[in-house]
């Protein structure tokens, strides 16, 4: 596996545009889930979207401490609810830190890979 580079803002313009929508699964593809899941591992992070490292599609990985790597394609929120304000890092910026409102409750739907 190969970790990949971040993309930053303000630089990187794939990270303003809509993802495209993921209508096949093969090889390459599992190969850049297994890249993406490696980098964001080695950058300490929770979450990592496909246009954060370059690749205008619509693919998340997530990993919770003490749990395994989960992935999803073509994820779609379709409920959330209430707010919260949390202290959380950004992978895509030079902001170690920084305090954002969030929803308490979120609901998402799409492909999920095991």
């Known amino acids: 596996m190969t970790v990949l580079s971040i993309c930053r803002l303000p630089h990187d313009h794939v990270l303003r545009q809509k993802a495209k929508k993921v209508s096949s ?13 490696e980098t964001m591992q080695s ?22 401490p003490d749990e395994e790597p989960q992935v999803i394609i073509n994820p779609e929120i379709v409920k959330r ?10 992978l895509r910026t030079y902001i170690v830190s920084m305090f954002n409102c969030r929803y308490s409750y979120s609901k998402a739907k ?3 890979l095991v």
């Not at 699964?25 to 899941?37: A, P, V």
């Not at 950058?43 to 919770?64: C, D, E, H, T, Y």
């Not at 609810?81 to 950004?90: D, H, I, L, W």
């Open 25 to 37: 699964i093969d090889t390459s593809l599992q190969h850049l889930i297994d890249n993406m899941i």
């Open 43 to 64: 950058a300490n992070g929770v979450g990592l979207a496909a246009p954060q490292i370059g690749k205008s599609l619509r693919i998340i990985v997530l990993q919770m």
């Open 81 to 90: 609810s209430g707010e919260q304000e949390v202290t959380e890092g950004c």
């Open 110 to 112: 799409g492909y999920a």
